[in-house]
């Protein structure tokens, strides 16, 4: 008996003592973002410096957060960003709009040399998944052109086609891809 109880207790244990198996997630490229390594001589003088994405409190840990009721938010413990999700969504956008913003060149870092620079400050209050199958991308957008200053809200809900964090990143990459569509847009404009 007492054999059964020692190996019983030894099992629990072993048991507790497991960790789950961590994920970690960075926001794939978009195709149309990928571009040669070849230097392109810009001569336009259009110049779009992003010098903040910032993201809301609940999203600026590691886990990637999920609605679960609509008061409700979770954030994983095991299903991490791989990198700082606003350093992440600072380069997502700067890689789509330099496929989108042909003639332009487009910067996370200040640009020297020119006063003619668009400055784009971008806010990110929801960056999740939701618990009625949506991926949501939600926040607002500043660029300041000279004395102009344009603001625009931006509120995206991507269904996901199948369950699990693989889908709910490649769909909130994708609604970040849309977003940087509309953002190119008001730029040409």
Known sequence: MMKWTIAT????????????QVSYYQLP?????????????????????????????????TGIAYQTSNVKYTIANNNLWGSSLEQQL????????NAQLNGWVVSAQPIGGSSDVDVLRVTVNGFH????????????WILQHGNQIVRRPF??????????YDELVHALANAWQQ???????ALKN
């Not at 207790?9 to 789950?20: D, E, T, V, W």
């Not at 509120?155 to 369950?163: A, N, R, S, T, V």
């Not at 977003?179 to 847009?185: D, L, R, V």
Request: hydrophobic share 45%; net charge negative; with cysteine.
């Open 9 to 20: 207790l030894a099992l629990l244990l072993s048991a507790c003592s497991s960790q789950p």
């Open 155 to 164: 509120d995206i809900e991507m269904p996901l086609q199948k369950d699990g």
């Open 29 to 61: 490229s978009a195709s149309a973002a990928k571009s040669s390594s070849a230097a392109i001589a810009v001569n336009s003088g259009k110049q779009l410096w992003i010098e903040s994405v910032t993201v809301a409190d609940f999203l600026s840990g």
């Open 179 to 185: 977003e940087a569509i509309q953002i190119a847009k």
């Open 129 to 140: 998944g939701r618990y009625d199958g949506y991926a949501v991308v939600n926040g607002y």
């Open 90 to 97: 600072k380069q997502a956008l700067t890689d789509n709009l």
